[in-house]
DNA sequence: TTTTTGATATCGCATCCCGATATTATAAAG
DNA sequence: CTTTATAATATCGGGATGCGATATCAAAAA
Protein backbone atom coordinates (compact mmCIF):
# COMPACT_ATOMS: atom_id res chain seq x y z
CA UNK A 1 0.00 0.00 0.00
CA UNK A 2 1.54 3.45 -0.82
CA UNK A 3 3.18 4.58 2.08
CA UNK A 4 2.73 8.38 1.16
CA UNK A 5 -1.20 8.37 1.24
CA UNK A 6 -1.44 6.24 4.14
CA UNK A 7 0.95 8.82 5.77
CA UNK A 8 -1.06 11.92 5.33
CA UNK A 9 -4.16 10.48 6.19
CA UNK A 10 -3.08 9.75 9.61
CA UNK A 11 -1.31 12.76 10.30
CA UNK A 12 -3.90 13.89 12.55
CA UNK A 13 -4.22 10.63 14.25
CA UNK A 14 -0.52 11.37 15.49
CA UNK A 15 -0.87 14.86 16.81
CA UNK A 16 -4.22 13.36 18.48
CA UNK A 17 -2.16 10.91 19.81
CA UNK A 18 0.38 13.49 21.43
CA UNK A 19 -2.47 15.71 22.52
CA UNK A 20 -3.64 12.86 24.35
CA UNK A 21 -0.42 11.48 25.78
CA UNK A 22 0.36 15.21 27.08
CA UNK A 23 -2.55 15.61 28.50
CA UNK A 24 -2.05 11.96 30.84
CA UNK A 25 1.60 13.31 31.60
CA UNK A 26 4.36 15.13 30.30
CA UNK A 27 6.63 13.57 27.82
CA UNK A 28 9.94 14.05 25.54
CA UNK A 29 10.47 13.49 22.08
CA UNK A 30 11.77 10.35 21.29
CA UNK A 31 9.75 8.86 24.17
CA UNK A 32 6.92 10.21 21.73
CA UNK A 33 8.74 8.11 18.60
CA UNK A 34 8.91 5.26 20.76
CA UNK A 35 5.33 4.96 21.96
CA UNK A 36 3.75 6.04 18.24
CA UNK A 37 6.14 3.04 16.49
CA UNK A 38 3.85 0.83 19.04
CA UNK A 39 0.87 2.18 17.31
CA UNK A 40 1.93 0.82 13.49
CA UNK A 41 3.12 4.87 12.91
CA UNK A 42 6.68 5.44 11.72
CA UNK A 43 8.07 8.83 12.51
CA UNK A 44 11.67 10.50 11.84
CA UNK A 45 12.76 13.13 14.58
CA UNK A 46 12.76 14.91 11.48
CA UNK A 47 9.10 14.81 11.29
CA UNK A 48 8.16 14.78 14.84
CA UNK A 49 10.38 17.79 16.94
CA UNK A 50 9.33 20.40 13.44
CA UNK A 51 5.58 19.08 14.79
CA UNK A 52 6.00 19.43 18.94
CA UNK A 53 7.60 23.11 18.22
CA UNK A 54 4.53 23.92 15.78
CA UNK A 55 2.25 22.80 18.69
CA UNK A 56 4.01 24.80 21.01
CA UNK A 57 4.53 27.99 19.15
CA UNK A 58 0.50 27.82 18.44
CA UNK A 59 -0.02 27.28 22.33
CA UNK A 60 -1.24 23.55 22.29
CA UNK A 61 1.61 22.49 24.30
CA UNK A 62 4.37 24.02 26.36
CA UNK A 63 7.74 22.85 27.51
CA UNK A 64 9.43 22.59 30.63
CA UNK A 65 12.89 21.46 31.16
CA UNK A 66 13.78 18.98 32.98
CA UNK A 67 17.33 17.88 33.88
CA UNK A 68 17.21 13.96 33.77
CA UNK A 69 20.47 11.89 34.90
CA UNK A 70 22.77 15.46 34.08
CA UNK A 71 21.23 15.89 30.63
CA UNK A 72 17.70 18.27 29.82
CA UNK A 73 15.28 16.97 28.46
CA UNK A 74 12.35 19.04 26.71
CA UNK A 75 9.10 17.48 28.60
CA UNK A 76 5.99 18.84 26.68
CA UNK A 77 2.76 19.23 28.44
CA UNK A 78 -0.99 20.12 27.57
CA UNK A 79 -2.03 23.45 27.97
CA UNK A 80 -5.82 24.76 28.29
CA UNK A 81 -6.19 25.62 24.62
CA UNK A 82 -4.60 21.94 24.03
CA UNK A 83 -7.15 20.55 26.48
CA UNK A 84 -9.92 22.42 23.70
CA UNK A 85 -8.19 21.14 20.47
CA UNK A 86 -8.26 17.36 22.37
CA UNK A 87 -12.17 17.64 23.07
CA UNK A 88 -13.27 19.19 19.39
CA UNK A 89 -10.91 15.92 18.19
CA UNK A 90 -12.66 13.44 19.91
CA UNK A 91 -15.97 14.49 19.17
CA UNK A 92 -15.30 14.42 15.63
CA UNK A 93 -13.29 11.38 15.81
CA UNK A 94 -16.11 9.47 17.90
CA UNK A 95 -18.34 10.77 14.88
CA UNK A 96 -16.18 9.78 12.08
CA UNK A 97 -16.21 6.25 14.22
CA UNK A 98 -19.67 5.89 14.44
CA UNK A 99 -20.18 6.93 10.73
CA UNK A 100 -17.45 4.02 8.95
CA UNK A 101 -17.94 1.14 11.60
CA UNK A 102 -20.00 -1.77 10.92
CA UNK B 1 -9.58 28.05 18.29
CA UNK B 2 -6.93 28.60 15.59
CA UNK B 3 -8.80 27.30 12.54
CA UNK B 4 -5.34 26.81 10.77
CA UNK B 5 -4.14 23.83 13.19
CA UNK B 6 -7.31 22.38 13.07
CA UNK B 7 -7.93 21.94 9.32
CA UNK B 8 -5.03 20.15 9.26
CA UNK B 9 -5.78 17.91 12.17
CA UNK B 10 -8.70 16.98 10.42
CA UNK B 11 -7.80 16.18 7.11
CA UNK B 12 -7.01 13.02 7.36
CA UNK B 13 -10.66 12.46 8.64
CA UNK B 14 -12.03 14.34 5.41
CA UNK B 15 -10.09 11.94 3.36
CA UNK B 16 -11.50 9.16 5.50
CA UNK B 17 -15.33 10.38 5.24
CA UNK B 18 -14.29 10.47 1.29
CA UNK B 19 -13.90 7.12 0.92
CA UNK B 20 -16.42 5.81 2.99
CA UNK B 21 -19.04 7.70 1.05
CA UNK B 22 -17.02 6.70 -2.57
CA UNK B 23 -17.51 3.19 -0.93
CA UNK B 24 -21.31 3.25 0.08
CA UNK B 25 -22.03 4.77 -3.73
CA UNK B 26 -20.38 7.37 -6.77
CA UNK B 27 -20.85 10.99 -5.24
CA UNK B 28 -19.32 13.87 -7.14
CA UNK B 29 -17.36 16.96 -5.87
CA UNK B 30 -19.83 19.43 -4.88
CA UNK B 31 -22.27 17.22 -3.55
CA UNK B 32 -19.43 15.58 -0.97
CA UNK B 33 -18.63 19.83 -0.40
CA UNK B 34 -22.00 19.91 1.07
CA UNK B 35 -22.29 16.40 2.78
CA UNK B 36 -18.81 17.60 4.44
CA UNK B 37 -20.62 20.68 5.86
CA UNK B 38 -22.74 18.03 7.27
CA UNK B 39 -20.28 17.29 9.36
CA UNK B 40 -18.67 20.39 10.40
CA UNK B 41 -16.18 20.42 7.87
CA UNK B 42 -15.81 23.80 5.46
CA UNK B 43 -14.11 22.99 2.44
CA UNK B 44 -13.53 25.04 -0.74
CA UNK B 45 -13.77 23.41 -4.35
CA UNK B 46 -10.10 24.38 -4.23
CA UNK B 47 -8.94 22.37 -1.99
CA UNK B 48 -11.37 19.17 -2.32
CA UNK B 49 -10.93 19.06 -6.47
CA UNK B 50 -6.93 18.71 -5.72
CA UNK B 51 -7.86 16.27 -3.40
CA UNK B 52 -10.12 14.15 -5.46
CA UNK B 53 -7.64 14.36 -8.61
CA UNK B 54 -4.89 13.25 -6.30
CA UNK B 55 -6.71 10.27 -4.62
CA UNK B 56 -7.98 9.05 -8.28
CA UNK B 57 -4.32 9.07 -9.83
CA UNK B 58 -3.12 7.58 -6.65
CA UNK B 59 -5.60 4.41 -7.24
CA UNK B 60 -7.81 5.33 -4.33
CA UNK B 61 -10.63 6.10 -6.50
CA UNK B 62 -12.20 6.16 -10.12
CA UNK B 63 -14.32 8.37 -12.08
CA UNK B 64 -17.18 7.46 -13.76
CA UNK B 65 -18.42 10.63 -16.09
CA UNK B 66 -22.32 10.79 -15.89
CA UNK B 67 -24.43 12.60 -18.03
CA UNK B 68 -27.21 14.49 -15.82
CA UNK B 69 -29.53 16.76 -17.15
CA UNK B 70 -27.31 17.51 -20.32
CA UNK B 71 -24.53 18.39 -17.88
CA UNK B 72 -21.59 16.02 -17.21
CA UNK B 73 -20.61 15.28 -14.11
CA UNK B 74 -17.47 13.10 -12.43
CA UNK B 75 -18.78 10.42 -10.43
CA UNK B 76 -15.97 9.23 -8.01
CA UNK B 77 -16.17 5.46 -6.96
CA UNK B 78 -14.09 3.50 -4.38
CA UNK B 79 -10.99 1.07 -5.87
CA UNK B 80 -10.14 -1.59 -4.50
CA UNK B 81 -7.01 -0.16 -3.25
CA UNK B 82 -9.04 2.32 -1.65
CA UNK B 83 -11.17 -0.28 0.11
CA UNK B 84 -7.45 -2.02 1.63
CA UNK B 85 -6.73 1.75 2.72
CA UNK B 86 -10.04 2.36 4.17
CA UNK B 87 -10.05 -0.43 6.26
CA UNK B 88 -6.72 0.02 7.30
CA UNK B 89 -8.19 3.67 7.94
CA UNK B 90 -10.97 1.99 10.50
CA UNK B 91 -8.47 -0.09 11.78
CA UNK B 92 -6.34 2.92 13.14
CA UNK B 93 -9.46 5.00 13.88
CA UNK B 94 -10.78 2.67 16.36
CA UNK B 95 -7.39 2.50 17.95
CA UNK B 96 -7.09 6.25 18.34
CA UNK B 97 -10.82 6.28 19.57
CA UNK B 98 -10.28 3.22 22.13
CA UNK B 99 -7.18 5.05 23.00
CA UNK B 100 -8.43 8.27 23.67
CA UNK B 101 -12.34 8.23 24.80
CA UNK B 102 -13.71 8.71 28.10
C1' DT C 1 -27.71 37.34 -26.43
C1' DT C 2 -26.92 38.04 -21.92
C1' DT C 3 -27.06 36.48 -17.34
C1' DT C 4 -27.28 33.06 -14.04
C1' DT C 5 -26.31 28.72 -12.11
C1' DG C 6 -23.95 24.35 -11.13
C1' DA C 7 -19.93 21.86 -11.46
C1' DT C 8 -15.19 21.49 -12.10
C1' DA C 9 -10.41 23.29 -12.79
C1' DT C 10 -6.27 25.99 -12.00
C1' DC C 11 -2.89 29.44 -9.99
C1' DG C 12 0.32 31.16 -6.61
C1' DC C 13 1.93 31.55 -2.25
C1' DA C 14 2.72 29.93 2.10
C1' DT C 15 3.19 26.03 4.74
C1' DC C 16 4.49 21.40 5.77
C1' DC C 17 6.56 16.77 5.56
C1' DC C 18 10.49 14.10 6.05
C1' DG C 19 15.04 11.84 4.96
C1' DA C 20 19.43 13.11 5.79
C1' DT C 21 22.49 15.42 8.40
C1' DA C 22 24.11 18.24 12.22
C1' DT C 23 24.44 19.63 17.00
C1' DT C 24 24.90 19.14 21.92
C1' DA C 25 26.05 16.87 26.04
C1' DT C 26 27.15 13.10 28.84
C1' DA C 27 29.03 8.43 29.55
C1' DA C 28 32.01 4.64 28.32
C1' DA C 29 36.06 2.79 26.29
C1' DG C 30 40.74 2.60 25.32
C1' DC D 1 42.32 12.28 28.87
C1' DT D 2 41.39 11.76 24.20
C1' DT D 3 38.24 9.05 21.44
C1' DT D 4 34.08 6.78 20.57
C1' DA D 5 29.41 5.77 21.51
C1' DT D 6 24.93 7.05 22.79
C1' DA D 7 20.73 9.82 23.63
C1' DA D 8 18.08 13.68 22.66
C1' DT D 9 17.08 17.45 19.99
C1' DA D 10 17.62 20.59 15.95
C1' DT D 11 17.92 22.02 11.18
C1' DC D 12 18.08 21.98 6.02
C1' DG D 13 16.44 21.38 1.22
C1' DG D 14 13.15 20.45 -1.83
C1' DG D 15 9.20 18.45 -3.18
C1' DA D 16 4.35 18.07 -2.11
C1' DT D 17 0.18 20.02 -0.30
C1' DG D 18 -3.61 23.17 1.28
C1' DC D 19 -6.49 26.68 0.12
C1' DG D 20 -8.47 31.27 -1.11
C1' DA D 21 -9.22 33.44 -5.19
C1' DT D 22 -10.17 33.20 -9.71
C1' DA D 23 -11.23 31.01 -14.06
C1' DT D 24 -13.55 27.86 -17.20
C1' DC D 25 -17.35 25.49 -19.24
C1' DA D 26 -21.95 24.15 -20.47
C1' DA D 27 -26.73 24.47 -20.16
C1' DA D 28 -30.92 26.93 -18.43
C1' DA D 29 -33.28 31.05 -17.58
C1' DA D 30 -34.19 35.75 -18.49
Avoid at 40 to 51: E, F, H, K, N, V
Avoid at 54 to 64: D, P, Q
Wanted: proline share 3%; glycine share 8%; no cysteine.
Amino acid sequence: MQEQIIRKLFLGFIKIHILHHAKKEPFFGSWMIEELQGHGYDMSPGTLYPILHKMESKGLLEIEEKNVEGKIRKYYKITNQGIEVLEEAKRKAFELFKEIKD
